[in-house]
């Protein structure tokens, strides 16, 4: 089978090309100590925070690897574990200042991959790319039984 045809494959190398600049761009704003492996976890942490539970749920991770995500990032300063108001048991992990910094350097880096990706493609492709896309994360979501 000739993988470069694979919808697996394509969607992987379209991945590729997004995360192609973001640890260089990261490394020169300071946040070279950003490992690929966070990237799993980075997603999931909303502006207001989650439960580690949640995280793992929705990367689709053992809650022990996300644990040990996440107690790596507390120690580098990225996040940080604050009481849930609704349950005195439960810890939400959010974003700390450094956090929410790197996660702009991130973004900012990805809307430059995308605008490149406009100039190549054309607008109307890539607004194309992003409702299939969308479509099929909700299929997942639907199929997943989540949010």
């Known amino acids: 089978m000739d993988y470069e045809l ?3 494959y394509l969607i ?3 991945y590729e090309e997004f995360m192609a600049d973001v640890f260089p761009s990261l490394a020169a704003a300071g946040y070279g100590d950003i490992q690929p492996a966070y990237r799993h976890v980075f997603p999931y ?3 207001r925070g989650a439960r ?3 995280i ?3 990367a ?3 809650k022990q690897a996300v644990g040990y995500l996440v107690d790596s990032l507390e120690a580098l300063g990225y996040v940080e574990r604050v009481p849930d108001p609704t349950d005195r048991r439960a810890k939400i992990v959010r974003f700390t200042e450094r956090g929410r910094a790197q996660d702009r350097v991130a ?3 990805f809307a430059a991959t995308e605008r490149r990706l406009v100039k190549a493609l054309g607008r109307e492709d890539v607004a194309e790319l992003r409702r299939i896309l969308a479509r099929m994360r909700a299929h997942q979501k639907a199929r997943q039984g989540t949010e």
Request: proline letters at 0%; hydrophobic letters at 50%; glycine letters at 4%.
């Open 107 to 109: 973004q900012a880096s």
């Open 6 to 8: 694979t919808l697996n």
């Open 12 to 14: 992987m190398k379209a």
């Open 45 to 47: 942490i909303a502006i």
């Open 60 to 62: 689709g991770l053992t």
């Open 52 to 54: 580690l539970t949640e």
């Open 56 to 58: 793992a749920a929705q």
